[in-house]
């Protein structure tokens, strides 16, 4: 938005440049001007009109640059905000880490015959934890053909040149 303002301020500026180059205006003679190989005249009226549409495309330009200052500032003051919102939640956080490792060494150890609760979330009367990882016997796995080589790190592979 800056860069696109900051254009339209030039372009107004490059046409208020052209126009004051222009020694053979006068009062009674129609101003012309050459651009990209056409000449344009304009009357007085025409002339006047053109000035104005000059000075709302200056205007237009200073209104989209300071918005998008606007803009910019609004979302580095919300960045710092929450960059320090941040920092302060790390803080708490960090001082409720220390008294909660304070607490802890404060506390007596528990004594080792506690009463350790059973976990058994397949409800088959074993501990879930002294269980081994295979599969559930009621579970069907489907078996992988041996030809399939989706291991990574093998080095064998064919077409590898080893």
């Given at each position: 938005?800056?860069?696109?303002?900051?254009?339209?301020?030039v372009l107004a500026g490059a046409a208020v440049v052209a126009v004051s180059w222009d020694?053979?205006?006068?009062?009674?003679t129609p101003a012309s001007f050459t651009v990209f190989d056409q000449t344009i005249h304009?009357?007085?009226?025409?002339?006047?009109?053109?000035?104005?549409?000059?000075?709302?495309?200056?205007?237009?330009?200073?209104?989209?640059?300071?918005?998008?200052?606007?803009?910019?500032?609004?979302?580095?003051?919300?960045?710092?905000?929450?960059?320090?919102?941040?920092?302060?939640?790390?803080?708490?956080?960090?001082?409720?880490?220390?008294?909660?490792?304070?607490?802890?060494?404060?506390?007596?150890?528990?004594?080792?015959?506690?009463?350790?609760?059973?976990?058994?979330?397949?409800?088959?009367?074993?501990?879930?934890?002294?269980?081994?990882?295979?599969?559930?016997?009621?579970?069907?796995?489907?078996?992988?053909?041996?030809?399939?080589?989706?291991?990574?790190?093998?080095?064998?592979?064919?077409?590898?040149?080893?």
């Amino acid at each position: 938005m800056i860069v696109l303002g900051l254009l339209l301020i030039v372009l107004a500026g490059a046409a208020v440049v052209a126009v004051s180059w222009d020694e053979a205006a006068t009062v009674a003679t129609p101003a012309s001007f050459t651009v990209f190989d056409q000449t344009i005249h304009l009357s007085q009226l025409e002339f006047f009109f053109a000035g104005a549409a000059t000075g709302a495309l200056f205007l237009l330009g200073l209104t989209v640059m300071f918005s998008g200052m606007r803009r910019s500032a609004t979302q580095r003051r919300r960045l710092r905000s929450s960059r320090m919102e941040a920092r302060d939640r790390v803080t708490r956080l960090e001082e409720e880490k220390r008294e909660l490792e304070r607490k802890l060494m404060e506390t007596p150890v528990a004594p080792a015959a506690a009463a350790v609760p059973v976990v058994d979330r397949d409800r088959d009367v074993v501990d879930d934890r002294d269980e081994t990882t295979a599969p559930d016997p009621r579970v069907e796995v489907p078996r992988q053909h041996s030809t399939d080589q989706l291991v990574a790190g093998r080095h064998g592979r064919p077409g590898n040149g080893r």
